[in-house]
């Protein structure tokens, strides 16, 4: 008895100790769980900020833009930075994976570095096509000019209108100039013309300037079988007879001198030598040999050289980057 009351006090002693560890691990466990979802979060807003492109200023990742408006964008924030030291960006993205455009524009701001170190005269258009939500990032250097609320009066004048439509490459474009307008102001400098948006379509020109040319083609196909039928039917229904009247009047011709006992060897040789016939083929097509100046001429009237001409016959073988600017929380953005 005194044995099992020893066993149950040192039972109860390892209980009441070990108890305090298991409560403390357990504490630990649900510290360390929060801490990586907090992380986890953390890095899901941080993390996914995509790398600026080489082009720097339309950075298109939904793929939203055509060649040539990416070009003209292009051209238009590297002048404006040349004028102003100003930066205006575009950054398109399928979505955000849930964190908020604002966050996620101030970020990509930073990161980048977009506008001046000195003066934070940057300015970051992000748009999120599936989530349909558009943010305009400024720079606090360009606070003044570009309020909230002004910002906010630019994306429901040139951008959210068209964006309902599903036109972001025509909202962005009208958004882009707006704004840099508003930049190049704020420097003293004459607001530009922007150009007139029309929807490029390059692979569709092209494939019609390839349905063009295969017209283009196929009509002179067309007219090359024509005139190859005519030549064929022309050499029928002339050259053919002719050549072969020609022949059998030589024929008959060599065979009344050889009846008549003269010496007809350097006939035969003279008119049915390889090029003596060719000769007298060639001489079939009268027009042809009247327009070239060759034609006129019987193969009986050949001079002594047609020889020296079979002979020779018969020898014959035939990026930019962002310069350190800042941003905090100005900038205006919207559902669409």
Same mark, same amino acid.
């Given at each position: ?11 109860? $002693? ?13 504490? !630990? ?18 993390? $996914? ?41 575009? %950054? ?107 929807? !490029? ?23 090359? !079988? ?9 050499? %029928? ?19 009344? !001198? ?79």
């Amino acid at each position: 008895m005194i044995r099992s009351d020893h066993c149950s006090d040192e039972m109860k $002693e390892r209980i009441e100790g070990e108890y305090p560890m298991k409560k403390w691990i357990g504490r !630990m466990a649900v510290l360390l769980a929060f801490v990586l979802t907090l992380s986890g979060s953390t890095l899901a807003v941080f993390g $996914e900020i995509p790398s600026a492109t080489k082009e720097f200023y339309v950075n298109d990742y939904a793929g939203i833009f055509s060649d040539a408006w990416k070009e003209e964008l292009c051209k238009a924030g590297e002048q404006l930075y040349d004028d102003t030291t100003a930066q205006l960006v575009v %950054l398109t993205v399928d979505t955000t994976d849930g964190e908020d455009i604002s966050d996620y524009a101030v970020e990509t701001g930073r990161k980048w570095g977009i506008g001046s170190k000195k003066k934070n005269n940057g300015v970051l258009i992000v748009l999120s096509v599936s989530d349909r939500k558009v943010w305009v990032s400024v720079g606090y250097g360009l606070e003044g000019k570009l309020p909230d609320s002004k910002t906010g009066r630019l994306l429901d004048e040139y951008a959210v209108p068209s964006y309902k439509d599903n036109q972001f490459e025509k909202g962005t474009v009208e958004l882009y100039y707006a704004l840099l307008n508003e930049i190049r102001e704020e420097y003293g400098l004459e607001k530009i013309t922007a150009p007139r948006y029309e929807k !490029m379509q390059p692979d569709v020109d092209d494939d019609e300037d390839d349905e063009d040319d295969g017209t283009v083609w196929e009509i002179a196909l067309g007219l090359v !079988m024509i005139v190859l039928i005519m030549v064929g039917a022309y050499l %029928l229904c002339v050259m053919l007879p002719v050549f072969l009247i020609v022949t059998v009047v030589l024929v008959l011709k060599g065979l009344i !001198m050889k009846l008549s006992g003269k010496d007809t060897a350097d006939y035969w040789k003279k008119n049915f030598n390889r090029m003596s016939v060719l000769h007298r083929l060639f001489n079939s097509l009268f027009p042809l040999s009247w327009i070239l100046g060759r034609g006129g001429k019987s193969s009986g009237g050949s001079s002594g050289n047609d020889d020296d001409r079979d002979d020779d016959y018969d020898s014959y073988d035939s990026g930019s980057s962002g310069d350190g600017g800042s941003f905090g929380g100005g900038g205006a953005g919207r559902d669409f």
